[in-house]
Structures are given as structure tokens and as C-alpha cells.
């Protein structure tokens, strides 16, 4: 049985140091081919038409008089008379023709009847919601610190709740929300489908390149083995691009029937209608705590939408990181007549932790305490799986980190007692997050070649995370070879199974499916580099382009004069790592993070400015800092996005959406970011825990913090996200009273 | 925002579109003749007038070369350039100016390449994120790549053209003056800080 390793901390060659994107220069050039860009020649342009009610039947539907028109190729109705719409913008037909604009015009001539539905949107107010009958129980679950345990019914619960609250120093009754967002990926979703012979190409804009060809086999009639989907750039996925999706299989249809390869992307309000989006969060809670801050008792009922199928922010996950000793929660999925969720960076956690992490920080502002020992003290004692390591530790260790880097006991102030210039009041607020990461299964070939060359190839994805990157620093590790000679082949199904690029899962697969394949290639290369220099196999290393004996580093071999002893064939090797099925050496599970914001707000215009946000962040060794780095202040710029920008806004009489264009969606610019400082989180012990993943992580603690940072300027709790200036005067001019 | 009323016609929405995004026919488009000043000046000056919705041949002066192209009237810069020359560093993101991902220059001056219509660029010279790759990148690339100033990248050539247009215009920009200065693009993946980075790299280096 083999071992694999990584290098004892301190020793690495290339991992963990500063490297250049790999891809970067193709990239920033506008030399890179997202989907978006395959053109082919005599390629067919398709558009899609989606439907302008959010809630109806359709009576008819006929496309005929748009396969005549001119440059019009062919034409496919999606609905069938009696299917019912939930949502505005669900596909009906699609057209494909010889330009973009001919297939936009034939799609006006797709005549559809409708019998129009009761339409219901509005997720935030739930009384209404019970009116129209579009409530759900989603899940409840109590915990008592003491005996007879989860063995009450409703009404002894109820009386213990009024006990414990009673009890309590302090009761904070409070309302907290987040409204839903897109995933808003800016290339959309869509592909560019062709056919050779009987095999299909699907370009296709995906975070799952070895998992859709299935997706698009079974309605094609055809099997998987004639499929290769392809993918070497995606332009945003943030957990919405895991499908092949209705327009995908669509598209190869069209291109199968024509025999020309069909282009079909989604139009941008189409994205932002149909493509994903990420559910909303309402929270009411009361909440009590001892002198100190510590949480005695929480007893919260939330709601919120995912559309038109029942779902919401899972209860688990409610409150957020902090485990009070006693506790009721309830959750009610609002069903509404909206575009379906989809997994959205970090699904559930950056909702929970913006509607709870707020409410123990009205606690430290109710006493009058500093925010971060009402946060130390409340920090949950146990590890979340057992076996892990201390997340207790972790957080402590972080937060005295974010603490010194933004200031925190210099800058603090009670919440409302700071000093105002003008109208301007600044504040400091933090929060804190877990997430899992642990590796997806992954299988890759590594090659060497008998001329010294190295290339691995898997079926995997690079989101923009930094994922060949990353690939290369392993492989270039375990060879003593500069990044720049390692060739990573992604992008392809027909390469080996890699799994999806979702829940921060990929950079623990793939590192340990290249550790591994690179760490068995080169012992069997210094078996033959051993024979050729007389001496044993385990006392030679691989370094700085050559391999030698650890102790004599003069006995040795360049890498290619070791290479060309594989005579004519290269070295073939397969890595490969089944996610759960051991404890590895090579990666790990459970990171934590504590992210802290300075803002300064205005209270006559209610403009909020970000001054300056600090995040730490652990995830154990760090293979790329660079491209880790970028991670974490993209979270950190997207948090700043949902906390104080975007929202998704719909017209609660028709349904209809109405900010789905680039315009009316409000994102940050690089004006609006403020300072963002970023901190690896890498001591040793975290280093010997090997890799887990980061992509969720940082994007979940920024709504909390943010709006934390804004009641300590104004003394006011600004309860909904995003924070606009609207909701930050009406919070005012109501005095923090829901 | 949209106005609601409209949701009551099928389709609402698409004509807008439909104007804006042109002729997207793939055509091999060949280089006529390398080099300006071959093609004869007043020829290029006059834009063909092109009725109706049936193709036209004309050429476009791109990135030194002029190339052959056909467009209809309503056929956009940026569909010609991506779908005609197989230039698609320049990216299609929102249906107006707001995402600066097809960001060109036309004459030298930044403009968003959907909402310009090829017609309007006759005898201009097009100037596009490729011009700034090759075999001697411009700085600007070289800093984002050293900075990390991307993540997915599909904003990023937008981002580029709108970074080297800047310092063009502001070659000892500050930081703060590259904060205010730079809010014409959109980045999803939350480039900006690096961007930042990458934009004062290039400043102290043109020192």
C-alpha cells in the first residue's frame, strides 16, 4: 500500500508559494474560448421564449408561423397544451436561425394562449402568504439544556420558553431578513452544440464537465459514450451551472435535426429569471441571554422562498455556528410563483448567518457590551463532527487575528455612541463561519512522457478558482519541477470522472487525485533512476529539475536523463480519490472564519460606505495563495454585493421581475469596496491537517458583519438585506422598533 | 425597470434586442489587405448604405488589419466582431453600457461595442482587447495576470481595455484616483481589489 504525504511545513517547493494564474495571460487577453465564444461555421443561432406570466395554463400553443419566416431553420415548442407555468420567463419554445436577430423576431410570431392563474410572489410577508395559502411546515426541532428533554408538547414548550426568558438578563425580540438574489454569472447559461456523425460536442458552460453527458444522452436516445461535454473556460457558475438543462438538450437537438451546430445562450434577463437564484430568509426571534451576553434560550420561527417548490434556509442551520444550550426553531416554506433556486454559493449559510449572528449582536447592544466577547463567550464548546478539530480554538485564534488587523479595541465604541462627523457615524461589526470542503471523488491520469514531459488530465473544471493552477503546484511539487512544466487537461468529459465543482469540493479531490497519481509515478521513475546509478530507490528525492540521492545531492540524474530511461512509452499512472471512503493524509474537512467590517454611514442621505472589512480565513494547507487570495476577497466584494446592493424585485401583482437586466440589478464597482484585507489562516497545525476547501466559506460571514458594523454606527438595526438607503431611513425614522 | 404593462404582450422586450443584436452569420471573414492606407481613404470614409435587412459586404479597419465583413444595418460591432472575425475578447453581458465587458476602441475613444452599430464604424479604426496579447503582451495583462486581477475572466478584457484606457489618459493615476476612476465594469466574481493592484503595478512601472 502505498503512502502519500505532502511535504513536512516549511519544506515545499512550489506549494504554498506565490504562482501565476496558469491561464491567466489567455484570460486577461481575451485569448480564452468560454462557450459563449465556440463559433462554427454555418452555426445556427437559437433564442428561447420565455414566458410573460408567472402563473397560468397554456391553452395553445402554436410555432408554425415562425418556422417561415425568413433564415428561420427550425423551431420546437417546449409546452404542451394544459402544462402549467409557475414561474415568468419558463421556456416555451425555442427557435434556431441563420443570424441572432431573425431568431429573435420568428420568436414574436409563437402564438400562445393562457389562462391566467392566481399569482402570488411576496416572501417576505408571511400573513399574506397564510391568506393565500401558500405556507408550508418545513421543519422544526427543539433542545433542552435539561430533562424531560425534547419530551414536551407545544404548550409545555411554550411555558418553558416564557420560563427561560423570564430567567434571562436580557430578551432581545428582534426581525431579521435577506432577500433573494441571482446568481447573476455573467456569461449565462446556454452551449454551443454540434454533432460528428453520431457523437455530439456540447460546449456547454458548465461547473460539471465529467456529470452532464448523461443529462444530455437519455432525451437525445443516444448513451453517455457518445457524448463529450466541453468546458475550458465557464464565465461564473456560483453553484447554478450543474445541469444540462432543458435549453441545452434543446440546442443538440436542433443541431442533430439541421446537421449545423446550434448556439443557444440565455438572454440576460433570462438568466436572472429562469437560471437560479438563491432563497430568502425571514427570521422572528426572541432571544435571551445572561449579564455576560451568553445565549440562555432562543425561540425563532423563520420563513422565506426557493419558488414555487417548498424549501427555504434549512432550520439546521439556525442559529448560525453558535449552539445555544436551549432552543426552539420553526420553519415555514413560502411557495411562490418564481424562478426555482438553485445552489448558491454556500446554500443556507450566508442567510442564516445574516439573520442570526445580527440577533446575537443586538444582544451585546441591549447590554451594552463589546460585540466580540459577546461572541467569544458564546462560541460553541464541541467540535461539529466528531474527531474534528476544535472549531472553538480555530475561532479564537481568528478573531484575535481580525481583531488586530482591523483595530477592533481601539475603534470599538458601545453600538450608537460613536463620534459623529456631520451627519457621518462609523461602526465595527464581525461574524463567523464553518463550512465542510471536504474532496469530491476524483480520478486522473498523469503522464510522463520519455522526453521529461508532464501532463495530467481529469474531468474537471476550472470556475475561475484557480483550479488547473492549483493542479499544476501538485504535480510540480511531487516532481521538483517549476509549475510552468506541468500541462493540466481539463475542461473535457472525455478525460477520467472528476466530480462536480459545488460545495467547495474540488481543490481537496483534485489535489488528492494529482497527489497521489504524482507521488506513485515518481516512485516507480526512481526505481529506474535507482538501477542506473546503483543505489536504492527510497533514499532518492526529486528537486529543482533533477532527481538525486538525498545525501549526496551530486549523484543524480537531470529529470530528463531520468525520464529517458522509461524507454519509448510514457508512464501512464492513475490517481484516485473516493470522497468519504478513508481518513487521508492529503485533505481534510471543517474550516471556520472570522470576518470583520468597518463601515461608515450617513444618516441623512442613509448611504452606507464601506471603510474597511478583514477576513481570516483557515483552510488548511494552502496549495495556491494566490488564486486563494483572489477567492477570499471575491467573497468578501459578493457579500458586500448582497448586503448592500442586490436584491431581486418583483411586482407582486403580475409576477413579474422586474429588475432582471444588468441596469436595474445593483451590484458594488470598484469604487464602492472600500479596503479589504485578507489573512491566511496557516499555522502549522492547520498545514498537517492537509487540504480542504474554500470556495463557500468567506462568502458567508459578510452579511452579518456588515449589518452588524451599521447598527454599531447608528444605534439602529437596519433589519432586511440589502441594506439601500431606503431600508437604513426607515429604519431610522422607526428607531430600531420593528 | 421595466414597465409592467408590456407584460402582456408574448415577447415583450425581444424587439430591443432584436435590433441591437445584428447579423450574427458566421462567416469566414478574410484579411483584404494588411495595413491602413492600402484600402484607399475616401472609400473608407463613406459608409455603405445598406437598406433593409439584406447583408451587405464593407470593411472594417480592426486592430491594423482591414478586414471584408457583411452586415445588415441593425448588425452591432460586437456581433461582427465576435461572430465574423472570431475576435471574442470583447463579451456580450447586458443589453446596454452598464457591464463594460465589450469594451473597443473606436478611434481611440473607449465605447461599449453592443450598442454601436458595425455600420457607424466604417473608415474608423477598431481596436480591440486582442491588440493588447501577442507575443509582447501590454502591461496592463501582464499586471492582472501578476496580480491575480481575475477569476472566472469573462469581465476581464473589458476590464483591461477599461484599465490601459485609463492610464493612457491618467499615467500617474493614485490609488485613489484609480478607485474613482475605474466603475465602468462589472466584475461578479469580485475582482476589483486586484484589480487595483494591478492598475498601480502598471503606474510604477511607467515610471
Redesign the interface.
Known amino acids: 500500500m502505498a503512502e502519500y504525504s505532502w511535504p513536512k511545513y516549511g519544506t515545499a517547493y512550489v506549494l504554498g508559494k506565490e504562482t501565476?494564474?496558469i491561464d491567466?495571460?489567455v484570460?486577461?487577453?481575451?485569448?480564452?474560448?468560454?462557450s459563449?465564444?465556440i463559433?462554427?461555421?454555418?452555426?445556427l443561432?437559437a433564442k428561447m421564449?420565455g414566458c410573460?406570466?408567472a402563473h397560468c395554463k397554456i391553452k395553445a400553443i402554436d410555432a408554425s408561423g415562425a418556422a417561415n419566416l425568413?433564415g428561420v431553420r427550425a423551431v420546437k415548442t417546449l409546452k404542451e397544451p394544459g402544462q402549467e407555468i409557475r414561474w415568468?420567463g419558463d421556456a416555451l419554445a425555442v427557435v434556431a436561425a441563420?443570424?441572432?436577430?431573425a431568431a429573435?423576431?420568428a420568436?414574436?410570431a409563437?402564438?400562445?394562449e393562457y389562462e391566467m392563474l392566481d399569482v402570488y410572489v411576496d416572501d417576505e410577508d408571511l400573513a399574506a402568504a397564510q391568506k393565500a395559502g401558500r405556507t408550508q411546515p418545513a421543519g422544526s426541532n427543539v433542545q433542552w439544556e435539561v430533562e424531560p428533554d425534547d419530551d414536551l408538547d407545544d404548550e409545555q414548550a411554550d411555558q418553558e420558553i416564557d420560563r427561560l426568558l423570564k430567567k434571562a438578563t436580557v430578551v432581545v425580540e428582534g426581525y431579521y431578513g435577506i432577500n433573494v438574489i441571482a446568481h447573476?454569472?455573467?456569461?449565462p447559461h446556454g452551449s454551443t452544440c454540434e454533432w460528428n456523425g453520431d457523437k455530439l460536442v456540447a460546449h456547454l458552460s458548465t461547473q460539471n464537465v465529467s456529470g452532464t453527458a448523461g443529462q444530455f444522452a437519455d432525451p437525445l436516445g443516444i448513451t453517455a459514450d457518445d457524448v463529450e461535454v466541453h468546458c475550458d473556460?465557464?464565465?461564473?457558475?456560483?453553484g447554478s451551472k450543474f445541469a444540462a438543462d432543458a435549453w441545452g438538450v434543446t440546442a443538440a437537438q436542433i443541431a442533430k435535426e439541421t446537421g449545423r451546430p446550434v448556439k443557444l445562450?440565455l438572454?440576460?434577463?433570462q438568466e436572472l429569471k429562469v437560471a437560479g437564484n438563491r432563497p430568502s430568509g425571514y427570521l422572528k426571534v426572541k432571544v435571551g441571554a445572561d449579564k455576560d451576553g451568553v445565549v440562555t434560550v432562543w425561540d425563532s420561527h423563520h420563513w422565506g422562498t426557493s419558488g414555487a417548490k417548498a424549501g427555504g434556509i434549512s432550520q439546521t442551520v439556525i442559529p448560525y455556528v453558535f449552539d445555544p444550550k436551549n432552543r426552539r426553531r420553526k420553519q415555514t416554506a413560502i411557495v411562490t410563483d418564481t424562478g426555482p433556486d438553485r445552489a448558491w454559493r454556500a446554500p443556507n449559510h450566508p442567510q442564516a448567518c445574516a439573520m442570526t449572528q445580527t440577533a446575537y449582536d443586538d444582544i451585546a447592544a441591549k447590554l451594552g457590551i463589546d460585540s466580540y466577547d459577546v461572541f467569544l463567550r458564546n462560541l460553541p464548546s464541541v467540535s461539529p463532527k466528531k474527531g474534528a478539530h476544535s472549531m472553538a480554538d480555530t475561532y479564537r485564534q481568528q478573531m484575535e487575528i481580525a481583531a488586530k488587523l482591523i483595530d477592533w479595541k481601539a475603534k470599538w465604541h458601545p453600538h450608537g455612541k460613536g463620534q459623529a462627523q456631520g451627519s457621518i457615524v462609523t461602526g465595527l461589526g464581525m461574524a463567523l463561519h464553518t463550512w465542510g470542503g471536504g474532496g469530491h471523488n476524483s480520478t486522473c491520469l498523469l503522464k510522463i512522457h520519455p522526453d521529461g514531459g508532464v501532463e495530467t488530465s481529469l474531468g474537471s473544471q476550472d470556475?475561475?478558482?484557480?483550479t488547473r493552477t492549483a493542479i499544476a503546484i501538485v504535480v510540480a511539487e511531487t516532481f521538483g519541477l517549476p509549475v510552468s512544466a506541468v500541462k493540466v487537461n481539463i475542461g473535457s468529459s472525455r478525460y477520467p470522472n472528476s466530480g462536480p465543482s459545488g460545495g467547495s469540493t474540488t481543490i481537496g479531490g483534485v489535489s488528492e487525485s494529482n497527489r497521489r497519481a504524482s507521488q506513485d509515478a515518481l516512485r516507480q521513475l526512481c526505481e529506474k533512476a535507482a538501477k542506473k546509478l546503483n543505489v536504492e530507490a527510497d533514499t532518492l528525492v526529486a528537486k529543482e529539475g533533477r532527481i538525486f540521492v538525498a545525501d549526496h545531492p551530486d549523484k543524480g540524474l537531470s529529470w530528463k536523463e531520468a525520464c529517458s530511461l522509461l524507454g519509448m512509452n510514457p508512464l501512464e499512472v492513475t490517481g484516485k480519490f473516493a470522497r468519504g471512503k478513508e481518513e487521508s493524509p492529503l485533505s481534510s474537512v471543517q474550516v471556520g472564519g472570522v470576518q470583520m467590517a468597518e463601515v461608515a454611514v450617513d444618516r441623512e442621505t442613509g448611504v452606507i460606505k464601506m471603510k474597511k472589512f478583514v477576513a481570516v480565513q483557515d483552510m488548511g494547507l494552502v496549495v495556491s495563495p494566490?488564486?486563494a487570495?483572489?477567492?477570499i476577497?471575491?467573497?468578501?466584494?459578493?457579500g458586500i454585493?448582497y448586503a448592500l446592493f442586490e436584491e431581486r424585485?418583483m411586482?407582486n401583482?403580475?409576477g413579474?421581475f422586474?429588475?432582471?437586466?444588468?441596469?436595474?440589478y445593483k451590484?458594488?464597482?470598484?469604487?464602492d469596496?472600500g479596503e479589504?484585507i485578507v489573512e491566511l489562516h496557516e499555522p502549522e497545525s492547520e498545514y498537517n491537517r492537509g487540504v480542504v476547501g474554500l470556495g463557500e466559506p468567506p462568502v458567508i460571514s459578510p452579511g452579518a458583519a456588515i449589518s452588524n458594523a451599521v447598527c454599531n454606527a447608528l444605534g439602529v438595526r437596519v433589519p432586511v438585506l440589502p441594506m439601500i438607503p431606503k431600508r437604513v431611513l426607515d429604519a431610522l425614522a422607526k428607531g430600531g422598533k420593528a | 425597470m421595466k414597465d409592467p404593462s408590456a407584460l402582456s404582450r408574448p415577447g415583450a422586450g425581444v424587439s430591443r434586442r432584436a435590433f441591437l443584436k445584428g447579423s450574427g452569420a458566421v462567416a469566414a471573414a478574410s484579411a483584404v489587405v494588411a495595413g491602413p492606407g492600402l484600402i484607399e481613404a475616401a472609400e473608407q470614409k463613406k459608409p455603405k448604405v445598406v437598406s433593409g435587412k439584406s447583408p451587405a459586404k464593407t470593411r472594417l479597419d480592426v486592430n491594423g488589419k482591414t478586414y471584408e465583413v457583411e452586415v445588415e444595418t441593425r448588425s452591432t460591432l460586437l456581433d461582427v466582431l465576435r461572430y465574423q472575425l472570431d475576435l471574442t475578447g470583447a463579451k456580450p453581458v447586458s443589453i446596454d453600457e452598464t457591464s463594460g465587458a465589450c469594451t473597443v476602441w473606436l478611434d481611440g475613444k473607449p465605447i461599449s461595442a453592443n450598442t454601436k452599430l458595425a455600420l457607424a464604424c466604417v473608415g474608423k479604426k477598431i481596436k480591440t482587447v486582442e491588440s493588447l496579447g501577442g507575443a509582447k503582451p501590454d502591461a496592463v495583462p501582464v499586471a492582472f495576470v501578476h496580480h491575480d486581477a481575475m477569476q472566472c475572466g469573462f469581465c476581464t478584457p473589458g476590464f483591461v481595455v477599461a484599465v490601459r484606457d485609463f492610464l493612457n489618459k491618467h499615467p500617474k493615476a493614485t490609488e485613489a484616483e484609480i478607485r474613482k476612476g475605474l466603475n465602468s465594469n462589472i466584475c461578479r466574481c469580485g475582482t476589483y481589489a486586484n484589480v487595483v493592484e494591478a492598475a498601480l503595478e502598471v503606474v510604477k512601472g511607467a515610471k
Do not use: W
Open positions: 501565476d494564474r491567466g495571460l484570460k486577461a487577453t481575451g485569448a480564452a474560448k468560454y459563449y465564444d463559433n462554427r461555421k454555418g452555426m443561432f421564449l410573460p406570466h425568413p415568468q441563420d443570424t441572432e436577430a429573435a423576431e420568436l414574436k409563437v402564438k400562445v447573476m454569472c455573467l456569461e473556460f465557464i464565465g461564473g457558475g456560483f445562450m438572454d440576460r434577463d470556475l475561475g478558482t484557480g494566490r488564486t487570495k483572489s477567492q476577497y471575491g467573497a468578501v466584494i459578493m454585493a424585485i411586482d401583482k403580475t413579474a422586474l429588475n432582471c437586466e444588468l441596469s436595474d451590484l458594488p464597482r470598484l469604487g469596496i479589504i
